[in-house]
């Protein structure tokens, strides 16, 4: 079975900061993976996806940055962190174009 | 481009009556599925329909929708609404043949006593 995890669970950090936010998935081969941002009472934002190892794209412009280092891992990142930046962050796999989303449990990030 | 509406941002409904979540969807693919997923508070969404069959009804949990190319929606409904439905549901399609999928704006359910 494909399990999904992320990490960490929660964080609070400081405006300026730097920030890295990880997913991996275990049991799939070569998953479609996702980020989602969803500002605290708003509605869930796509800001990268990646079909493949090493190849990323950028949906949503909010100064973050995205990886796939390997086939398994998406990571999440900025160097400086803005006080918007603060919500929900959702990673997500899928196999194929019409199979369902699978979203890890979350990471919620506080900037202060 | 390919799109998704849900018109109604919040929707209050009284326990035990009926409600009807709508979706429109614009896409230039004929061969899609579609998706609601549920997110109750402080939770991931989690996947509540899918559909990819023309006219077909699609139930799970107390819901059902049909997807209905001719007037492309997608709409969610439920006879009989529960407390624990409150929620915010999102409508969401594949886009095209791309690792891209496009969510609503998402319709927060509010069901009071």
Not at chain 1, 9 to 30: D, F, H, M, N
Not at chain 1, 43 to 58: A, C, D, K, N, P
Not at chain 2, 8 to 16: D, F, S
Request: glycine content about 8%; hydrophobic content about 35%; aromatic content about 12%.
């Amino acid at each position: 079975a494909q399990t999904i995890h992320q990490w960490p669970v929660a964080e609070i950090k400081a405006v300026g900061s730097p920030l890295s936010l990880g997913c991996t998935i275990k049991g799939k081969s070569s998953p479609n993976l996702y980020w989602y941002w969803q500002a605290t009472g708003g509605t869930l934002q796509q800001l990268f996806y990646s079909i493949t190892v090493g190849q990323v794209e950028s949906v949503v412009q909010l100064n973050l940055s995205a990886s796939r280092p390997k086939d398994d891992q998406f990571i999440l990142s900025t160097e400086k962190l803005l006080l918007s930046h603060s919500g929900f962050y959702l990673c997500a796999w899928r196999g194929t174009m019409n199979e369902r989303l699978f979203f890890g449990h979350g990471t919620k990030l506080s900037v202060l | 481009g390919d799109s998704v509406t849900q018109t109604e941002g919040l929707v209050t409904v009284t326990e035990g009556l009926p409600v009807m979540l709508n979706c429109t969807y614009q896409t230039a693919y004929s061969d899609v599925a579609f998706f609601w997923y549920v997110q109750y508070l402080n939770e991931a969404p989690k996947l509540l329909l899918r559909s990819s069959t023309d006219n077909k009804r699609t139930e799970h949990q107390g819901f059902h929708a049909t997807l209905h190319k001719s007037s492309s929606s997608f709409h969610l409904q439920k006879s009989s609404v529960q407390l624990s439905d409150s929620a915010l549901y999102y409508c969401a399609l594949p886009r095209g043949n791309t690792g891209k999928l496009i969510f609503g704006l998402g319709t927060t359910l509010q069901v009071q006593p």
